[in-house]
C-alpha cells in the first residue's frame, strides 16, 4: 500500500470523525430558571423606582435617553423640594425594608446602588439645605445642551423641546429667586452671578445660531420670543444676586461634620464587575 493511500485514509477517516461528531444533535440549553417571588417583588420595586425617579427628575430622564420628558423641568418650588425629600425617603425607607439575602446577587447590587442614589440625592437636597443657599444647586438643572448639541432627533424636533425649555425658564426662576435665603455665602452668590448671567448671554447670542437651519418662520418667532423670556429672566436673577453682594458672608464651608457626612453618604463605591447586568441608572446617561 503506497504512502499516499495510507494518507488518504487517514484523513477520510477523520473527516468521518467529525461529520459525525457535527450530525449529533446538541442537547437543548437548560431552562432558565423562574425568578423567585423575592426577585418578581424586587423587579417590581425597582422599576417603580426608576419610574419615580423619572418623572421627579424629568431634566435627567431625557438626559437618559427618555425623549418623552424633553423641555420639561422639575418643580423646584418650596412645595416642590419639599415634596421631592418626601418621596426621596419614602423610596429609601421601600428599598431598606427589602432582606437583601432573598435577592439574588445581581439584586443585591441594585439595592445597594439605589440606595447610595437616594443616599446621594438626599444629602444635597436636605442636609445641605442647598436649594436655600447656593445657587449652584440649580445649574444642572437648567442646562439646555442636549437640545443644541446632542444629535438625537431631527433638528426641529430638538428645536420644539428647547422653545417648550425656555418657556419654562421664567417660572423656575421666580421659584429660584423665592428659595434662595439671604444672607448668601460671598462664594455662592459670585457663582450664581457668572453662570447664571451666562445662561442669559446664552439665550441671546448663542441659541438662534444652533436652529438657524429650521425653516419655520412659526418656530424660528416662538424660539426667538421663548429666549427672550429666558434672558430677561435670568438677568432678573443675575441682579438678584449682584444686589446680595453687600449683604454676602463667609459661611460657606460644610464643617467638619457635615464633611464627614458627605464623604459618608455620596463618596460610596459599589464593585459590579462580577456581577452580570448590574442596574446602570445614576451618573449615566444616554
Known sequence: MSKSFKMGAALSGILLLVVTACSQSTPPPPRPKEPSPASQAWQKLSNAFIESYMQAQPSFASQAGRHEFDGQLPDLSMHGIKREIARLHDQHDQISAVDPSTLEPRERFDRAYLLAVLDKDLFWIEKTQFPFSNPAWYIDKVDPDMYLSR???????????????????????????????????????????DQFGGLADFYTKDVAAVFASVADPDLQKQLTDADTAAAAAMSALKATLVAERPKANDKYPLGPELFAQMVKQTERHLRAESVPGAMRCKNGGE
Open 151 to 193: 444629535n438625537y432627533a431631527p433638528l426641529n424636533v430638538r428645536m420644539k423641546a428647547y422653545i417648550k425649555y425656555a418657556r419654562a425658564i421664567p417660572r423656575m426662576v421666580v421659584d429660584i429667586k423665592e428659595n434662595l435665603k439671604s444672607p448668601l455665602p460671598k462664594t455662592y452668590v459670585e457663582l450664581g452671578i
